[in-house]
């Protein structure tokens, strides 16, 4: 079983039930699934096709699990993009491998960003989501840096059955997710 798993059923669900006031250990907010999503729309045009390749390699390293191509919806002149060129990928990952790309993310993955103070934690969508940006892939101990010819970054978005985001922010905590402490405001006289 994943760590993280272990974890949420042992030690976050009592902790939540507690905090949030939920008696039924099957309605404390929980973990859907996590979609880590690159966009690579340098890769539309026909001689950078090998940069879309190397970065679906890296994805599939990182998260475990062959990336999904996502093509362009409408052409847009000014970019260069014709509908239907590919221009991303996305992963979308739930259940034990979910767990633990997360855990790996945490304990691993992170701790590897320069200057990092915490992840902000207002960044949620009003429906107990959070998204954030990892700026490259070289964070990730999976990838070999003197492999990498082309640095991407990507969104990760944590979804959850958290009804609202104090609830989702409470979630994300206990299971090690390092927020920002909130700044106090300073009295100007």
Request: charged share 30%; proline share 6%; aromatic share 6%.
């Amino acid at each position: 079983m994943a760590r993280l798993l272990e974890k949420y059923r042992n030690e976050v669900v009592p902790e939540l039930q507690k905090r949030l006031g939920i008696k039924n250990p099957l309605a404390v907010p929980r973990l859907v699934k996590i979609v880590v999503n690159m966009g690579v729309g340098r890769a539309a045009q026909p001689k950078e096709r090998h940069i879309l390749e190397e970065v679906a390699r890296h994805l599939a390293l990182i998260t475990g699990q062959k990336p999904l191509v996502t093509k362009a919806r409408k052409s847009v002149s000014g970019f260069r993009i014709r509908r239907g060129f590919p221009v991303g990928l996305k992963v979308t990952l739930r259940g034990r491998r979910m767990y633990e790309f997360l855990d790996r993310l945490i304990t691993l993955a992170i701790p590897r960003v320069r200057d990092f103070r915490g992840l902000d934690p207002e960044a949620f969508d009003g429906h107990g989501n959070y998204t954030f940006g990892v700026t490259e892939q070289l964070i990730f101990p999976e990838i070999d840096p003197d492999d990498v010819h082309h640095t991407q970054g990507m969104h990760i978005t944590l979804v959850t059955t958290a009804k609202t985001d104090d609830q989702a922010r409470e979630l994300l905590a206990l299971l090690g997710l390092p927020f920002r402490r909130p700044q106090r405001m300073s009295r100007a006289g």
